[in-house]
T-cell receptor
């Protein structure tokens, strides 16, 4: 059982470039999340989704976009990359209603913007 | 306003000793959940333990226990009999409201280094 899978694991971008971080889960979880982790800091919520076709902003959404066309996939799009977006990005999922709220995380994607 | 506060500096712990990691939280919602995650140097996030605001007893999971003091709004993690593999960052997190809202707010983490 793969759980939550993120790709790529590492990426270097130039300022102004765009890219998509892919996230897929095979646990049939309704809820999915994107967090970023800056050095020495905790995780901050970028966007989340409670089901296919439904997304909403988290704490730090500026500079990012998401979509949720299927239950399994929740890609994160970075438009016009900036050095401030250098971070480790984590995708996570959970069942949603009726669950305690434990998040299942992917292994993270380390992004550097130069 | 910071919802989860973890302010301890990095800690060195002797192998086989116990260590307590502090976490205080801020919420006005009577229903909430508290979580601890471990992040080893490899980077993955590992769920350790959960405490619900209405749970009468402190949560325990193997060598992990949560010292839940509701009136003080604290949820300290206790790791007993530390092992070298416990060296990691530890994050406290909170879910506000009923389980339908599963967004977690994380603290900045506590660094633990276990020495032989």
């Amino acid at each position: 059982n793969a759980g939550v899978t993120q790709t790529p694991k590492f990426r270097i971008l130039k300022i102004g470039q765009s890219m998509t971080l892919q996230c897929t889960q095979d646990m049939n979880h309704n809820y999915m999340y994107w967090y970023r982790q800056d050095p020495g800091m905790g995780l901050k919520l970028i966007y989340y989704s409670v089901g296919a076709g439904i997304t909403d902003k988290g704490e730090v959404p500026n500079g990012y976009n998401v979509s949720r066309s299927t239950t399994e996939d929740f890609p994160l799009r970075l438009e016009l990359a900036a050095p401030s977006q250098t971070s480790v990005y984590f995708c996570a999922s959970n069942l949603g209603q009726g669950a305690i709220g434990e998040l299942f995380f992917g292994e993270g994607s380390r992004l550097t913007v130069l | 306003a910071q919802k989860i506060t973890q302010t301890q500096p990095g800690m060195f712990v002797q192998e086989k000793e116990a260590v307590t990691l502090d976490c205080t939280y801020d919420t006005s919602d009577p229903s909430y959940g508290l979580f601890w995650y471990k992040q080893p140097s490899s980077g993955e996030m590992i769920f350790l333990i959960y405490q619900g605001s209405y749970d009468q007893q402190n949560a325990t999971e193997g060598r992990y226990s949560l010292n839940f003091q509701k009136a003080r709004k604290s949820a300290n993690l206790v790791i007993s009999a530390s092992q070298l593999g416990d060296s990691a960052m530890y994050f406290c997190a909170m879910r506000e409201g009923r389980s339908g809202n599963n967004r977690l707010a994380f603290g900045k983490g506590n660094q633990v280094v276990v020495i032989p």
